[in-house]
């Protein structure tokens, strides 16, 4: 089984890790955006996720010579008898893990792309990290770790403040629109010459609402912010604490060996990238506020600091 052990390699998996974990949001956010539902998607992702899982079992599961303490993919399937436990709770834990995901769809259409993973990931690094140190017999240095702990909560902060800035911008846009249109009826393409929407203004938000499976005018984005934390802590009953991986958290976990759970959870500054995708494909923040956008360079200056951080606070496994 193939294993990273040096710490420039670890580094290299935790950036690599950054960018997927960042991207994946924006795709399943893009698929529903055009209509295809939750539901029809996530069979896709579980799909594709077995068939990765296979061919990641099958090639870096075999790599190198197979030894005692590191058992290649095919002896370890010899030793199923003797470790069932593990291959229950395991199982346990994919289920939990597909049901928080799927919850997590709905939050990204209720709440935003750029707010959820902002929240799902101050829930990861404020508690999952702290865990992780204990757990991982404190291989980081806790004097740089916990400030960049810090650092991600102040984020969230400001994260919490650009979506609530954010969000009073769309209620004035929509605010000079006749009561119909608010509510997303009689809009064609967005307008009344056919031509599609400018981003930012009242029609293609209207546009947008149109186009979507999962309706969001006049619901309460507190129904999304239930569903982000409910989605957020199935995830880390499990994931957190016992390091449990797929394919999209395969490079966080051989970096995580190498360096330090608690460093390898410097990925969940993925609303860097999540952010990034929703600004250049879904958008986001078009024709906001002046104050919408000083709290955005604000949350993602912080975010920076805090990948920063945790990544000094890397350790090397001996």
Not at 6 to 16: D, E, R, T, V
Request: with cysteine.
């Amino acid at each position: 089984m193939y294993l990273v052990e040096s710490k420039g390699g670890a580094i290299a998996c935790m950036f690599l890790s950054l960018f997927f974990l960042g991207t994946w949001p924006a795709i399943l956010t893009l698929l529903e955006r055009r209509g295809r539902l939750p539901q029809h998607t996530y069979l896709d992702y579980s799909i594709t996720n077995l068939l990765a899982a296979v061919i990641i079992a099958l090639t870096f599961g075999q790599i190198g010579s197979s030894t005692h303490e590191s058992p290649n993919f095919f002896p370890q399937l010899s030793q199923l008898g003797d470790n069932w436990p593990s291959v229950l709770f395991a199982m346990a834990g994919g289920l939990v893990l597909s049901l928080g995901n799927l919850c997590t769809q709905y939050a990204w259409a209720f709440v935003g792309l750029s707010v959820t993973e902002v929240i799902t990931s101050s829930l990861v690094v404020v508690i999952g990290t702290t865990l992780n140190y204990f757990l991982d017999n404190k291989i980081n240095r806790a004097e740089i770790l916990f400030p960049g702990v810090a650092c991600f909560f102040i984020a969230v902060c400001f994260g919490s403040a650009v979506h609530s800035s954010n969000s009073a911008d769309n209620k004035a846009k929509l605010s000079s629109l006749p009561t119909d249109r608010k509510n997303g009826e009689n809009v064609g393409n967005g307008s009344n010459t056919g031509n599609k929407a400018v981003a930012g203004t009242a029609d293609f938000l209207i546009e947008l609402e149109n186009r979507r499976s999962i309706k969001v005018f006049g619901k309460s984005t507190m129904i999304g912010l239930a569903i982000t934390f409910f989605a957020r802590l199935l995830l880390l009953s499990l994931l957190t604490s016992f390091q449990l991986g797929n394919q999209r958290s395969m490079a966080r976990f051989m970096g995580g060996q190498a360096a330090g759970y608690a460093a390898a959870d410097a990925v969940q500054a993925l609303p860097l990238v999540s952010t990034f995708w929703g600004i250049l494909i879904f958008k986001e923040y078009r024709k906001s506020s002046r104050r919408t956008y000083i709290l955005l360079v604000a949350m993602l200056s912080m975010f920076i600091a805090a990948v920063g951080i945790l990544m000094a606070s890397s350790g090397h496994r001996k």
